[in-house]
């Protein structure tokens, strides 16, 4: 019985020792932690003073007008055009696609393919659609001066009239028996293609008879071609 009272009295005895560590260590640390703080405060008010920095001393922001309100934004200039008229642009656009356009169609390479027709025909409006496109922002641009406003509408008109005398053509060959045929004209010169295995002189004088009516070129400026 003594022994367990003995016992009992070193562990409380123990425990108290240890609350008794516990609190010092934990006064130290937050004396530590008051003695820092309050050496940290006592620094900064010391180097405070030595710049002896104030609203005054502090330098200003420049205000500059960097970001000009959008009513003073410069605009454009309205006498800029899209097109030199003094180089004919537009003719010289209108020219080179029609170039490129004939000597695809009149390509060795590609008259021999099987869908030679349908092929030519699709690139050819591609391209052309391209050629009205430009045309069409040209005229509606404002930026674009009268000259050349109108030269870009008179081209677009030429091309659409261009474009119907082909078809009319087309129609007016394949009713002299020819199953397929591809026209394409510009401004001097006619590009005539029709599916057959070879062309006879009356093939090429009902070709020739029907393009010069209709286009008033003359025949040295036709080029007609088989596909076969």
């Known amino acids: 019985m003594y022994r367990f009272k003995r016992r009992n009295y070193l562990v409380l005895s123990l425990v108290a020792v240890l609350c008794f560590i516990s609190y010092l ?17 006592r620094y ?36 800029i055009s899209l097109v030199d008229s003094t180089e004919n642009k537009v003719e010289d656009m209108v020219s080179e696609a029609s170039t490129t356009i004939a000597s695809s ?17 699709l690139n050819t409006t591609i391209e052309r659609d391209k050629i ?17 406003r109108k030269a870009a509408n008179d081209q677009k008109l030429k091309l659409i009239d261009i474009m ?10 394949k009713a002299k028996g020819f199953e397929e045929a591809l026209v394409f004209i510009t401004d001097n010169s ?4 029709v599916e057959a295995e070879k062309l006879t002189d009356s093939d090429m004088a009902k070709i020739l008879d029907i393009v010069m009516r209709e ?14």
């Open 25 to 41: 260590n934990y006064a130290i640390n937050k004396y530590s932690l008051l003695e820092t703080s309050s050496e940290f405060a």
């Open 164 to 173: 119907n005398k082909e078809k009319i053509i087309e129609n007016l060959i």
């Open 215 to 228: 286009t008033k070129v003359p025949f040295d400026n036709i080029k007609i071609l088989n596909k076969f």
């Open 105 to 121: 169609i009149t390509n060795s390479k590609t008259i021999k393919r099987s869908n030679y027709f349908i092929e030519s025909r």
């Open 44 to 79: 900064e008010e010391i180097k405070l003073t030595e710049v002896d920095l104030t609203d005054s001393e502090l330098p200003q922001a420049e205000t500059t007008d960097e970001n000009p309100s959008l009513g003073d934004a410069q605009k454009p200039e309205n006498d």
């Open 190 to 193: 006619v590009n005539v293609i």
């Open 132 to 148: 009205v496109g430009l045309l069409n922002e040209m005229i509606n641009n404002e930026m674009t001066d009268e000259n050349n």
